[in-house]
């Protein structure tokens, strides 16, 4: 075991927080992935999540803040999230705001746009880490660079255990993908990246239907959007109707549970996309680690939470 892993205790947590203050790396739980967490105001901890991440570039992070009135320290709410983040928050949405004069969040983790992404977590831990480092704290999902998300605490030892200070472990996620990402920097909320939080849901509070910008967008502005991100090992097929020779499957809803394979995983057998999400990331990893030189993939609905499992499973498929 890590000797940087260590139970989310009231103690580990506080010691955490100090470890953030005095500019060092801790990963922690959220509701959707875990976490590599940073001082936001500090440059020279966020590039210390570039250097541990292995990240080819400076994409910009999300900072996460206690509460409603933290945020507003960082960004500009419009009506609309303001909306959003009444509805949402704590929980999965990440909302992208004007940069606030009164900003503490630095350059560098914003990748230099005068813009802020910006999320409350729903999760005990990553809240009293927040506030036991009284500051907003950056963090991308706590994965080196182009593998899956962490969703449970041995992930981001195997992946960051050699290269950063602390590991809180509050077991395992509840949501299992990351957060919904929506701009709301010009008159009309957009979409940059579905995730735990569903169109639905948004349509919802919002009363009309949100425009995708992932695809459109002509410059990718997040490494979640760059084609290759979520990539396993293991080559991905999507829609697979069978299993072929030597490949592993992650299944769902018991589709192809009648073929021989390798390995095999059903996200969820009773086809309930919440808990699919809750397994994605976590069983690409084991698929990979069986060996299998492929991982064919059924089919899994686009409505609901659907919409980010796909978004991801297309991304570990795409050409690399
Ligand atoms: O669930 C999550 O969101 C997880 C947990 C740890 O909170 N975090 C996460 O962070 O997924 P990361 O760094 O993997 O993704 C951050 C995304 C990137 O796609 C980035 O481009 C986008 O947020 N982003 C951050 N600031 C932005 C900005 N100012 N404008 C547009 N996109 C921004
Ligand atoms: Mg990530």
Same mark, same amino acid.
């Given at each position: 075991m890590s000797a940087v892993l260590q139970s989310a205790t009231n103690e580990a947590i506080a010691r955490a927080g100090t470890l953030l203050r005095d500019g060092g790396l801790v990963a922690f739980p959220t509701e959707t992935v875990y976490g590599l967490g940073a001082?936001? @105001? $500090?440059p020279r901890a966020v590039a210390k999540i570039y250097a541990a991440k292995g990240r080819p570039s400076f994409n910009p992070l999300i900072a996460h803040v206690a509460d409603i009135a933290a945020a507003e320290q960082e960004g500009v709410f419009n009506d609309a999230a303001q909306a959003l983040a009444h509805a949402f928050w704590p929980g999965p949405l990440t909302l992208v705001v004007p940069l606030a004069?009164? @900003? $503490?969040?630095?350059d560098l983790a914003r990748a230099g746009l005068d813009s802020v992404a910006l999320r409350v977590p729903a999760n005990d831990v990553a809240r009293a880490l927040i506030e036991a480092a009284g500051r907003p704290v950056a963090a991308p999902s706590a994965n080196r660079s182009g593998h899956v998300s962490p969703t449970a605490a041995s992930h981001v030892v195997e992946d960051l255990g050699d290269r950063i200070d602390m590991i809180l472990d509050?077991?395992?996620?509840?949501?299992g993908v990351e957060s919904t990402i929506v701009s709301c920097l010009g008159d009309t909320p957009r979409l940059l990246r579905p995730g735990g939080a569903s169109r639905e849901a948004i349509r919802r509070v919002l009363g009309f239907d949100i425009a995708s910008d992932a695809e459109s967008s002509?410059?990718?502005?997040?490494p979640g959007m760059l084609?290759?991100?979520?990539?396993?090992r293991a080559k991905v097929r999507l829609n697979a109707c069978d299993a072929r020779e030597g490949e592993a499957v992650l299944d769902?809803?018991?589709?192809?549970?009648?073929f021989k394979a390798a390995a095999r995983i059903d996200l969820s057998p009773s086809r309930d996309l919440v808990e699919a999400a809750t397994n994605l990331f976590g069983a690409l990893r084991m698929l990979d680690a069986s060996g299998a030189r492929a991982i064919a993939v059924a089919p899994i609905p686009d409505n609901g939470l659907g919409e980010a499992i796909n978004d991801r499973l297309r991304r570990a498929a795409a050409e690399r």
């Open positions: 001082d936001a @105001a $500090s004069t009164t @900003a $503490s969040v630095c509050g077991g395992p996620t509840r949501v002509a410059r990718p502005l997040a084609a290759s991100h979520y990539a396993p769902f809803g018991g589709q192809l549970a009648v």
